[in-house]
T-cell receptor, first 112, second 115 residues
Framework: RKEVEQDPGPFNVPEGATVAFNCTYSNSASQSFFWYRQDCRKEPKLLMSVYSSGNEDGRFTAQLNRASQYISLLIRDSKLSDSATYLCVVNPKAGNNRKLIWGLGTSLAVNP | DTAVSQTPKYLVTQMGNDKSIKCEQNLGHDTMYWYKQDSKKFLKIMFSYNNKELIINETVPNRFSPKSPDKAHLNLHINSLELGDSAVYFC??????????????FGPGTRLTVL
């Protein structure tokens, strides 16, 4: 089993749609979870951290389910500018270890 | 203002050559990283330095040698380039002294093509 797994997509949705991505991780002791966004031919950028209680940032909502070892990202009212690859990222160890484990990403295309 | 910068942005070279990529960050971070992103878009950590000390050294051919002259700079030298080295190399930085955050800031990437 891969350490971090995502459905690569692509997800093709119309503007205004709601879309959700899931990501599973294999290490139950994982400590920190993130969603990064990567535009075509650009660098990854942090979209949001994922907290145990779930968190929301505008149209974006992230959830963590430790029991089932997955995190999710929900995008409401999709915009054309949301088209990108969304990378699930996990820090498997506590303390100051900064070795993040990256998923392959889920590709999203929002269509007019 | 550029936060994490890399040079060059594009690098096209012949097999067997030796090349270097440079990275600089002006964020005051103490930890820097090199990642490789191949054609399948998999982002894989190669090295990490904290205050000029190597802290992550993944299974990477010893043709790859990182160097950190100070905590704001991390360079990557590659000897005897091979076709399989073609990829995008990203530099990133973060602040380890704030354990509550693991946010990594990435440079724009260096697209290396080995012919």
């Amino acid at each position: 089993r891969k350490e971090v797994e995502q459905d690569p997509g692509p997800f093709n949705v119309p503007e205004g749609a709601t879309v959700a991505f899931n990501c599973t991780y294999s290490n139950s002791a994982s400590q920190s979870f993130f969603w990064y966004r990567q535009d075509c031919r650009k660098e990854p950028k942090l979209l949001m951290s994922v907290y145990s209680s779930g968190n929301e940032d505008g149209r974006f909502t992230a959830q963590l389910n430790r029991a089932s070892q997955y995190i999710s990202l929900l995008i409401r009212d999709s915009k054309l500018s949301d088209s990108a690859t969304y990378l699930c990222v996990v820090n498997p160890k506590a303390g100051n270890n900064r070795k993040l484990i990256w998923g392959l990403g889920t590709s999203l295309a929002v269509n007019p | 203002d550029t936060a994490v910068s890399q040079t060059p942005k594009y690098l096209v070279t012949q097999m067997g050559n030796d090349k270097s990529i440079k990275c600089e960050q002006n964020l005051g971070h103490d930890t820097m990283y090199w990642y490789k992103q191949d054609s399948k878009k998999f982002l894989k950590i190669m090295f990490s330095y904290n205050n000029k000390e190597l802290i992550i050294n993944e299974t990477v051919p010893n043709r790859f040698s990182p160097k950190s002259p100070d905590k704001a700079h991390l360079n990557l030298h590659i000897n005897s380039l091979e076709l399989g080295d073609s990829a995008v190399y990203f530099c990133a930085s973060s602040l380890m002294t704030l354990p509550s955050t693991y946010t990594q800031y990435f440079g724009p990437g260096t697209r290396l093509t080995v012919l």
